[in-house]
């Protein structure tokens, strides 16, 4: 069973940049959530999409913004990236029915935004 | 505001001795509650979870106790093991929101001292 993979790992970028960050679900997920961690702060949820469609949002503003592929592998998507943009960026799949909450997440992308 | 709140930014405890974690929440609305653990470079993994409806959760050294009048939880590990430490995040999950839109409180670093 292939766990969540997600890259880069790590990549540095400057204010008014755009980024994309790429996930790959565990098989047999059906649901992949993104989450933003900041230093010192617990995960923040992005978004999470069921299916190809957004059903869920967080309080992030539209220039953060994703895909599901219909292999269930995802994108996020930053643009114009301040400063604050820089975090640990984790994605997780999860399946429908199965315990509410359990997530598998990626080791997540590391942005640095100067 | 912060909705879950783990007063606690760190924690030592000897190996063998139980370790205690505690979590705080202010929304009336979350229906599950889970623990997840972070070692250093790779993402959470879920631990273990409680329902709002029950008072406690055991999964072998690892019991969750959930006191709904107080809005606190808490995560017992008996015995601790060097290999608990890492960081531990407590979540909660809004019956309101998407299913797997979850709440993280900012963690509680347990360092397990042989």
């Known amino acids: 069973e292939t766990g969540v993979t997600q890259s880069p790992t790590h990549l540095i970028k400057t204010r008014g940049q755009q980024v994309t960050l790429r996930c790959s679900s565990q098989?047999?997920?059906?649901?992949v959530s993104w989450y933003q961690q900041a230093l010192g702060q617990g995960p923040q949820f992005i978004f999470q999409y069921y299916r190809e469609e957004e059903n869920g949002r967080g309080n992030f503003p539209p220039r953060f913004s994703g895909l599901q592929f219909p292999n269930y592998s995802s994108e996020l998507n930053v643009n114009a990236l301040e400063l604050d943009d820089s975090a640990l960026y984790l994605c997780a799949s999860s399946r429908l029915g199965e315990t509410p909450g359990e997530l598998f997440f990626g080791e997540g992308s590391r942005l640095t935004v100067l | 505001d912060q909705q879950v709140k783990q007063n606690s930014p760190s924690l030592s405890v000897q190996e063998g001795r139980i370790s205690i974690l505690n979590c705080d929440y202010t929304n009336s609305m979350f229906d599950y509650f889970l623990w997840y653990k972070k070692y250093p470079a790779e993402g959470p993994t879920f631990l273990i979870s409680?329902?709002?409806?029950?008072d406690k959760n055991e999964d072998g050294r690892f019991t969750v106790f959930l006191n709904k009048s107080a809005k606190h939880l808490s995560l017992h590990i008996v015995p601790s093991q060097p290999g608990d430490s890492a960081v531990y995040f407590c979540a909660a999950r809004n019956s309101g929101a998407g299913s797997y839109q979850l709440t993280f409180g900012k963690g509680t670093k347990l360092s397990v001292i042989p």
């Open positions: 409680i329902s709002s409806i029950k």
């Open positions: 098989s047999g997920h059906n649901t």
